[in-house]
C-alpha cells in the first residue's frame, strides 16, 4: 500500500496534464465500470464480515491490484494500466471520515506519456440497496507548477454511515510512446500484503504482453502466482490470491520486507534487439522470472565495471595522477589504504569549497560504484588482491530472492595484510575498514576482482557481524552541583566507533571539519581558491567568513536540541562545542567531540536534603511499553552496539550521599547485557555503566533475553540518590 | 497549535499558514535558482549587515515594504473596486538563502500584474506554482495562491517584488497586517478614500508599537499613511491565540459610497452585515419532504423540547460529516439543509441549516447563528465580514438561547466548546438581528478529579483510585480512543491513569465508558516501585504521580501569548495511613497562589495519624498575555518546588 502510493506521488510528481478530467472518455468509462462492478468476482459482492474483526474500525473485504504491461505490434506505444479495486466495510465514525474524501489525479499528457484517469465509487447500504456516486460534484484543485498543470480533483462521498460498504476503483491508463528507444523499464514496485485494516480477500493479478519482461517474486510466505494464460487474448495474466491478513502492526526493530507476507516486481519492455544488450536480469518476455542466476551476476557486474570506462571522471584522472607518486610503494596493503583516501579526497574534498560557496550547500552523498570502481582498477593495476563483495540490504531481502539489479549493494575487500579489509562506505567520513551495516550477517557474493574479468567467478559467503565494541558510543559527564540554583553544569565528552558515528557527524561537521586534516595532508599549495580570479576569490572568501560564522551557531543548536532529547532535559545553556577528532581515519577511529551544558531537572529538593536522579544522568534508555512484553516477530536491530558511561558528580559542601549501592546492576546474557557500578571517590560520585547488544539480529524466541537487559537498564534510568545534608 | 478551528467562513487574511505546503512543491522542482556572481550593491551589503544584527535568526528580510489601496469606482459596473498596489524590496541577510513570495487570491480578489526583479530592474528567473491550497480541515476553497521562489545570490542580493491586485467588491477587503513573513526594516501602509468614500480605519493592538499615522488631503482624498520601523516577522511560536488579538493590523470599514448623488451602502453597521448574510440564507431551500421522515424518526415518543432538542442535535453530531467548502458565495452561504441530510457531509453553516430546519419541524424556534470563534478578537458592534468565522444553531427557549454547534463532534448538549465560549453570537431574527453572548463555561464542569487512598507495603507504594474527567479534556479524550486500534483500547484507559506511571502499575477494576453526557471514570489499583526510596530509616515518598502542569512554565524568550487549548481543573486528594512503626520527619510546605488566571492550591496535612495530601490546579483563562509570563512562571516554580519535594518518613525506634 505505502509504495503504491508511492507510485501514485511519483506520477504527480513528474507529470504534467494538458488536459483535465476523470472518466473522460465516456466509452472506456463505461467498460472500465462493466468489468470492475458488473463483471465482478464474488469476492467483490460479499457485504459480511468474519466476527473475529467485529471490533475493527474498518475491514477490507476484498482489495485488487490488476497491471497489465502490453506492446502493440508495429506501432510505438507501450501500454500500462493500473486498475485498483477496493471493497471495504466500515465500521465506526473514523473510518467513514478515512473513506469519505478522495483525490485522483486528472488526465492528461507529458512529454511522451498520456495518462488517463478512471474512477467509480458507490455505496452499499446495510439493506443491500447499492448507490453510485456520480462524478459531476468532483472538484478541480488547480496547481500549476512553472506551466506544467498538476491538477487533481476531489470528491466528497455522500451518505456514508456506520455499517456502509465503499466499493470503489482508481484506474489508471498510460500510454507511452517510445519511438525512438527499444526499451523502456517502469518502476518497481513492492506490495505488502497487509493493509492499515484487516484484508478477508485480495488478488493482485498482471497481464503481460508482448515483449515485456516481468521480475517478481513472492516473499515471507506471500501466496505464488499462478498463470492464466489465455491464448485466444494472447494474455499471459499471473494471479496471486490471499486472503485473511490481519492488520499491519507498528513494531520496534523491524524489518517489515523480511517478516510480512509481500510481493516485489518490475516490468520491463525490450525489443528483441535490446534485449541482448540490457543489463536487467530480464528473463523470457511475458514469463515470470523470480531468479537470478550467478552467471547473470557476473554479466551484469562486467557491463557496470566496462561501463565506468566510458564516464568521464575528474576524480579518475586527479586520483591517478596523484597516485604516480606512489609508483614505488611495495607494502600492498599500506598501498590500498593510500589510494582509498586519496580518492576520498579528489571526491569529498578537493573542489567541494567552490560547490559549497556557489550555493550548492554540504553535500555528503556516497559516491556510489564509479568509487569502487576507480579504485578496484587501481589496486589491480598494482597487483592488490581484492574482492568485489555483492550483496542485498538485510532490510531489503535475502540474497536468495533477488530479482532486481537496483536492489544491490557493493563493497570491497581487500586481501592483504594479516586479515581481510573491508571498505563499503564512499561518503566524506568513510574509512578504510568499515564493514556496511546493511550487509553484516548476510550471505553475499564474493567476486575476485583481481582476476580478469572472464575469470570471474561468484562465491557464496557470510558476511561478518561486528562486535559490539566497534560500534561504541563512549561517554564522560563530569558533573558539578549548584545547590543554590537546583542545577547542573555539565562538561562532557563523547567519542564514537562505528555505525553511531553518521548521526553525530550529519549534525555536528561539515566540509570545514576536515578541511584541514585532508589539506594537510593531500595538498600542497597553501593558497586558497588557487584556480580562481580575483574578484572571484574575494567573493568566496567573504562568503566563507559568513558560512563560518554562522555554521559554530548551527552545530551548537543541534548539538543543545540532541544532549536535550538524549537526556530528557531543557538544556538552560550549551558552549564550548568543540570536535576533538574527526574519526575519519582507520587508525584513528573515533569521532570525538567535548561541551559544556547546564540545566535544571534532575536534581530535586526535599526538605534540607537534594535527591538526585542520577539514572537521568546518562542517555535515556529504552522503556518498553505493556504491548511490547510479548514479541511476534524475529528482532531486526540496525547493528551490534555499545555504549559506556563514565559519570562523575562532584558532591556539594556539606552533604554526604546515601543509596549508592542501589545502583550496582548486573544482566548481562547472549543478546546483550547492562552493567552498572557506582562509588565515592574523591568527593566524587563515579557511577560507570555499560550496555552492549551483541547482534543486529536476533529471533524472536530471544526477546525475553533482550528484555532481561533492557529492563535493568531503564531501571537504573528511575535510579536516585540522596545527598544529605550534614 | 492546540486550537484546531475547523470551520472557517471566509479566508479574507492572507496569513502565511500555508508555507510548508508551498515549499513542499518547490522541493519537488529539480533546477535550484541560484545565480552566481552577481553583484551586490554596498548600500544593500550594509543595510542587510544592519537588518542581520537586528534580527539574528533571519536569512530575509525586508527593506521596505508598502501597499497602497485606491477605491474607485467602476463606471462601467456602476460598483466600487479597491485596487492595491505592493512593493516589497528584499534583501540576503546570508548568503544562499532563498524565499517564497505568496500572491493570495479568490473570486473577489484578481492580481493584475506581478514582478520580480533584481537591483538593475531586471526579471530574475524564478519558480512559480499557482494554485487552490489547501488548510487543515478544509475540503476545497476557492482561495489560491501565486507562489514565487526566488533566491539572493550573497548577502545583500537585492530584489524586488510588485503587484496589483484589485477587490471586485470592497467588502472583502477586510483587515491588513503590518507584519509580514520575514522582518522589515521600513513597513508602509497608504489608503488613498476619495471624499465620496465612506470608508473608517480602525488602528487595533496599535498600543506597544510605535506606528506613525499620517492624514494628508490629496485631489480630493483623503490620504491616510501608517508607517512603522523594524517590525519583526510574523510570530512563529507555538499555541498562539489569534493574531488579531495580539498582532497590530488596520481593520477597513468600507461603510458606503456616493455617486451621482446617491449613497449605496455597503457594509454601514452591523444591521447591512446582517442583511447581507440574511439575503444569502434567503437563497436557501428546504425541502421538507426530505427532512420530515428523519424529524419524526428522531422525536417519536419525546414530549419536551429539550428531549427533541437533544435527540436531533446529537443526531447531526454523530452523522453529519464535517467537510468543509469555502467556495465563492458558498463561503458565506449555507448549503441547502435537506442536501446536507442527503450528503451526510456538510460545513458549519449546512449543518447548522440542518440542525435549525429539522428543530424547526419539531417545533422549535431554530435560528441561524454567526459568530467569531476565539481565533477573532472582534465584536459585533465592527460590520466586517473579517468579525466571524463560523455559523451555528441557535434556539429560543423561553426567552433562553441555547446554542447548537454541531461540528463539534463529542459535546454535550448545552455545553458550549472552549473557542465559543465568551463570544457574541449573531443571531437572526427576521429582519433584525439579535446579539448574546455565549456563556462561559464554568469551571467546575471542567473538573479533573482523582480520589486515592495509599498505603505503604513492602518497598512498594500501593493504592486504589477513582478518578474522574470531564469537559475539554474529556472531550479530547474521546476524539482519540475514537482513532485507536481495538486491541489497544484498554491500555487507553490505563495511559490516562498513569500519568508519570508505567501503565502495567495500574491495574483498571471497572469498565470505563467514553459518552459525551457522562464524566470518564476511571476506577484501579496501582502498586508503584518508583514512588518511594528508603535511604537508611528514612523512606521518601511521592504521592502524586499526576503531577498536572509540571514543567509548563513559559520560555523565557517567549515573544507573544499563550493560548491553552482549553481551562483546566485538576484535583488530587489522597491519603495516606502512616504505618504504626514510622513517624514523619518532613511535609512539603504548603503552595496557595491565585490570580485571574489561575488558583493553585498544594497541601499536606497530618490528620489522625494519616496524611492527606491535597491538590487543585485551576487554570481559569485559555489566553495568558505576555504580561503575565513573570506571575504565572513564578508561581508555576512554587509547584515545581513542591511537586519535587517529597514526604520524609522515619522508622520509629
Known amino acids: 500500500m505505502r509504495i503504491s502510493l508511492l507510485l501514485l506521488f511519483f506520477i504527480i510528481r513528474f507529470t504534467a496534464f494538458a488536459t483535465n478530467g476523470v472518466n473522460k472518455d465516456p466509452r472506456r468509462a463505461a467498460e472500465i465500470r462493466e468489468e470492475l462492478w458488473a463483471r465482478a468476482t464474488d469476492n467483490f459482492r460479499v457485504t459480511e464480515i468474519p466476527q473475529k474483526w467485529e471490533d475493527e474500525s474498518a475491514v477490507i473485504i476484498a482489495k485488487s491490484n490488476r497491471l497489465s504491461y502490453k506492446k502493440e505490434a508495429i506501432v510505438a506505444f507501450l501500454y500500462h494500466d493500473r486498475y485498483i479495486h477496493y471493497r471495504v466495510k466500515l465500521l465506526t465514525q473514523k473510518a467513514i471520515e478515512a473513506y469519505s474524501e478522495f483525490s485522483v489525479p486528472g488526465t492528461g499528457s507529458y512529454r511522451n506519456l498520456e495518462y488517463k484517469y478512471y474512477a467509480g465509487f458507490k455505496v452499499i447500504k446495510a439493506d443491500g440497496t447499492e448507490r453510485i456516486i456520480s462524478l459531476d460534484q468532483m472538484i478541480k484543485e488547480k496547481a500549476e507548477v512553472n506551466n506544467s498543470r498538476l491538477d487533481t480533483y476531489k470528491i466528497a462521498i455522500p451518505d456514508l454511515e456506520v455499517g456502509d460498504i465503499v466499493d470503489y476503483y482508481i484506474a489508471e491508463e498510460q500510454t507511452i510512446n517510445i519511438a525512438g528507444t527499444n526499451f523502456y523499464t517502469f518502476d518497481p514496485i513492492i506490495f505488502e500484503l497487509s493493509d492499515d485494516y484487516p484484508i478477508m480477500k485480495q488478488e493482485i493479478a498482471f497481464d503481460v504482453l508482448r515483449r515485456c519482461y516481468i521480475n517478481l517474486k513472492s516473499l515471507n510466505g506471500a501466496p505464488s502466482f499462478q498463470l492464466v494464460s489465455d491464448e485466444d487474448a494472447d494474455i499471459n495474466r499471473y494471479v496471486l490470491v490471499d486472503e485473511d491478513r490481519e492488520r499491519l502492526k507498528n513494531i520496534r526493530w523491524m524489518h517489515n520486507y523480511r517478516e510480512i507476507p509481500t510481493v516485489k516486481f518490475k516490468v520491463t519492455y525490450a525489443s528483441k534487439r535490446a534485449a541482448g544488450s540490457i543489463h536487467a536480469f530480464l528473463g523470457t518476455p511475458g514469463l515470470l522470472k523470480s531468479s537470478v542466476s550467478e552467471s547473470e551476476i557476473t554479466e551484469f557486474i562486467k557491463f557496470l565495471s566496462n561501463s565506468m570506462d566510458y564516464v568521464i571522471s575528474g576524480e579518475r584522472f586527479l586520483f591517478t595522477k596523484a597516485m604516480k607518486q606512489y609508483k614505488k610503494e611495495s607494502n600492498k596493503e599500506k598501498l590500498a589504504r593510500i589510494a582509498f583516501y586519496n580518492l576520498r579526497y579528489f571526491y569529498h574534498v578537493n573542489s567541494k569549497e567552490y560547490d559549497m560557496l556557489n550555493g550548492k550547500g554540504y553535500n555528503n552523498q556516497s559516491a556510489g560504484f564509479q568509487f569502487i570502481d576507480i579504485l578496484s582498477k587501481y589496486y589491480r593495476s598494482r597487483g592488490i588482491s581484492h574482492d568485489l563483495i555483492i550483496g542485498i540490504p538485510k532490510d531489503i531481502s535475502s540474497l536468495d530472492d533477488l530479482i532486481l539489479e537496483n536492489e544491490l549493494k557493493y563493497a570491497l575487500r581487500v586481501n592483504e595484510g594479516q586479515k581481510p579489509t573491508y571498505i563499503s562506505y564512499f561518503d566524506a567520513n568513510a574509512f578504510y575498514g568499515e564493514l556496511d551495516k546493511d550487509l553484516q550477517g548476510t550471505t553475499v557474493y564474493v567476486l575476485n576482482k583481481s582476476s580478469s574479468s572472464y575469470e570471474w567467478v561468484l562465491k557464496k559467503e557470510e558476511m561478518p557481524i561486528d562486535s559490539y565494541k566497534t560500534n561504541q558510543t563512549k561517554n564522560w559527564l563530569n558533573y558539578s552541583i549548584d545547590v543554590a540554583e537546583g542545577s547542573l553544569q555539565l562538561k562532557a565528552k563523547k567519542s564514537i566507533t562505528g555505525e553511531g558515528q553518521t548521526y553525530f557527524q550529519r549534525y555536528l561537521t561539515d566540509f570545514y571539519t576536515y578541511k584541514k586534516e585532508e589539506f594537510d595532508k593531500y595538498r600542497s599549495e597553501e593558497e586558497d581558491f588557487p584556480d580562481s580570479k580575483k574578484k572571484a576569490k574575494e567573493r568566496y572568501l567573504k562568503r566563507r567568513v559568513e558560512v563560518l560564522k554562522e555554521r559554530e551557531k548551527r552545530f551548537e543548536e543541534n548539538l543543545k536540541y540532541i544532549v536535550g532529547q538524549d537526556l530528557s532535559v531543557e538544556i538552560d545553556e550549551l558552549s564550548d562545542f568543540k570536535v576533538e577528532q574527526t574519526g575519519r581515519f582507520d587508525d584513528q577511529p573515533e569521532f570525538t567531540f567535548s561541551y559544556k551544558a547546564d540545566f535544571k531537572g534532575p536534581l530535586k529538593k526535599v526538605g534540607g536534603n537534594y535527591l538526585l536522579e542520577i539514572g537521568q544522568l546518562i542517555d535515556g534508555q529504552i522503556e518498553l511499553s505493556e504491548e511490547e512484553q510479548e514479541r511476534e516477530y524475529n528482532i531486526y536491530m540496525p547493528y551490534a552496539r555499545s555504549f559506556v558511561y563514565e559519570v562523575k558528580v562532584k558532591v556539594p559542601d556539606g552533604y554526604t550521599v546515601q543509596g549508592l549501592e542501589k545502583l550496582n546492576l548486573d544482566v548481562s546474557n547472549e543478546t546483550g547485557g547492562f552493567r552498572s557500578e557506582a562509588f565515592l571517590e574523591e568527593g566524587h560520585i563515579k557511577v560507570l555503566c555499560k550496555k552492549h547488544y551483541a547482534s543486529n539480529y536476533e529471533p524472536k524466541e530471544n526477546w525475553d533475553l533482550m528484555k532481561a537487559f533492557l529492563n535493568a537498564a531503564d531501571e537504573f534510568s528511575n535510579k536516585q540518590v540522596l545527598l544529605k545534608k550534614q | ?653
Not at chain 2, 151 to 157: D, I, L, R, V
Not at chain 2, 193 to 222: A, C, H, Q, R, S
Request: net charge negative; charged share 25%.
Open chain 2, 1 to 653: 497549535m492546540l486550537i484546531n478551528l475547523r470551520c472557517y467562513l471566509s479566508v479574507l487574511v492572507c496569513y502565511a499558514l500555508n508555507t510548508r505546503q508551498v515549499l513542499t512543491v518547490f522541493m519537488l522542482l529539480t533546477g535550484f535558482l541560484f545565480s552566481y556572481g552577481q553583484k551586490v550593491k554596498e548600500e544593500h551589503l550594509a543595510a542587510a549587515e544592519e537588518l542581520k544584527e537586528m534580527f539574528e535568526d533571519s536569512e530575509v528580510a525586508l527593506l521596505t515594504n508598502e501597499s497602497t489601496y485606491y477605491f474607485r469606482f467602476d463606471e462601467k459596473k456602476q460598483q466600487t473596486k479597491v485596487f492595491s498596489k505592493e512593493r516589497k524590496e528584499y534583501l540576503g541577510l546570508q548568503f544562499n538563502s532563498s524565499f517564497v513570495e505568496r500572491n493570495y487570491f479568490h473570486q473577489n480578489l484578481k492580481i493584475s500584474s506581478y514582478s520580480l526583479k533584481n537591483y538593475r530592474g531586471k526579471t530574475i528567473p524564478h519558480d512559480e506554482f499557482c494554485g487552490h491550497y489547501t488548510r487543515n480541515g478544509i475540503f476545497h476553497s476557492d482561495a489560491e495562491v501565486c507562489a514565487y521562489h526566488f533566491s539572493f545570490p550573497s548577502k545583500g542580493g537585492y530584489r524586488v517584488f510588485e503587484t496589483s491586485k484589485t477587490f471586485l467588491d470592497p467588502k472583502y477587503l477586510t483587515t491588513l497586517y503590518f507584519h509580514s513573513n520575514v522582518p522589515a526594516a521600513s513597513r508602509k501602509m497608504v489608503f488613498r478614500i476619495p471624499e465620496w468614500m465612506d470608508v473608517e480605519l480602525l488602528e487595533m493592538n496599535f498600543e506597544g508599537y510605535d506606528i506613525n499615522k499620517k492624514l494628508d488631503v490629496v485631489d480630493k482624498e483623503t490620504v491616510v499613511t501608517f508607517t512603522i520601523e523594524n517590525i519583526e516577522a510574523f510570530p512563529d511560536e507555538s499555541n498562539l491565540p489569534g493574531i488579531s488579538h495580539f498582532l497590530p493590523h488596520v481593520i477597513v470599514l468600507t461603510k458606503g459610497y456616493e455617486h451621482d448623488g446617491i449613497y449605496t451602502d455597503v457594509l454601514s453597521n452591523t444591521n447591512s452585515l446582517y442583511q447581507w448574510y440574511k439575503s444569502l440564507v434567503d437563497q436557501t431551500s428546504s425541502n421538507p419532504l426530505v427532512i420530515q421522515p428523519k424529524v419524526e424518526e428522531l422525536v417519536k415518543g419525546l414530549t419536551s423540547d429539550e428531549q427533541k432538542m437533544k435527540a436531533i442535535y446529537y443526531w447531526v453530531q454523530e452523522n453529519i460529516k464535517y467537510i468543509a467548502f469555502e467556495e465563492g458565495l458558498a463561503a458565506f452561504k449555507p448549503e441547502d439543509a435537506h442536501r446536507v441530510l442527503e450528503n451526510k457531509y456538510g460545513d458549519c453553516k449546512g449543518m447548522a441549516n440542518l440542525t435549525k430546519d429539522m428543530l424547526k419541524m419539531a417545533g422549535l424556534d431554530a435560528r441561524l447563528s454567526w459568530i467569531g470563534t476565539n481565533q477573532l478578537a472582534y465584536t459585533y458592534d465592527i460590520p466586517s465580514l473579517a468579525v466571524d468565522n463560523h455559523m451555528i444553531c441557535s434556539v429560543n427557549l423561553d426567552g433562553r438561547y441555547i446554542h447548537l454547534d454541531a461540528t463539534e463532534k463529542n459535546h454535550p448538549f448545552d455545553e458550549y466548546a472552549e473557542r465559543l465560549q465568551g463570544k457574541q453570537v449573531l443571531i437572526e431574527n427576521g429582519d433584525s438581528y439579535l446579539v448574546k453572548e455565549i456563556p462561559e463555561t464554568p469551571i467546575d464542569r471542567y473538573l479533573h478529579k482523582t480520589n486515592v487512598t495509599f498505603s505503604l507495603g513492602d518497598g512498594t507504594l500501593q493504592a486504589e483510585a477513582i478518578e474522574t474527567l470531564n469537559g475539554e479534556l474529556k472531550k479530547g479524550f474521546i476524539d482519540a480512543y475514537q482513532s485507536i486500534t481495538p486491541d489497544r483500547k484498554r491500555l487507553f484507559f490505563k495511559s490516562i491513569a498513569s500519568g508519570d506511571l508505567k501503565t502495567e502499575a495500574i491495574a483498571l477494576t471497572n469498565q470505563p465508558e467514553l459518552t459525551k453526557e457522562n464524566p470518564l471514570t476511571l476506577e484501579y489499583t496501582l502498586a508503584m516501585n518508583d514512588q518511594l526510596n528508603s535511604f537508611g530509616e528514612e523512606t521518601y515518598v511521592t504521592l502524586d504521580y499526576k503531577k498536572e502542569l509540571a514543567n509548563y512554565q513559559v520560555p523565557s524568550d517567549r515573544k507573544h501569548p499563550l493560548n491553552f487549548a482549553y481551562k483546566m481543573n485538576h484535583q488530587f486528594n489522597g491519603t495516606l495511613p502512616v504505618p504504626s512503626h514510622m513517624e514523619i520527619i518532613h511535609l512539603p510546605d504548603p503552595v496557595a497562589i491565585a490570580s485571574e488566571h489561575f488558583e493553585f492550591t498544594l497541601k499536606y496535612e497530618l490528620e489522625n495519624n494519616a496524611i492527606r495530601y491535597q491538590r487543585e490546579l485551576k487554570v481559569l483563562d485559555t489566553y495568558l498575555p505576555v504580561e503575565k509570563f513573570s506571575e504565572w512562571n513564578a508561581a508555576l516554580d512554587l509547584v515545581q518546588e513542591f511537586y519535587d519535594d517529597q514526604l520524609i518518613l522515619r522508622t520509629s525506634k
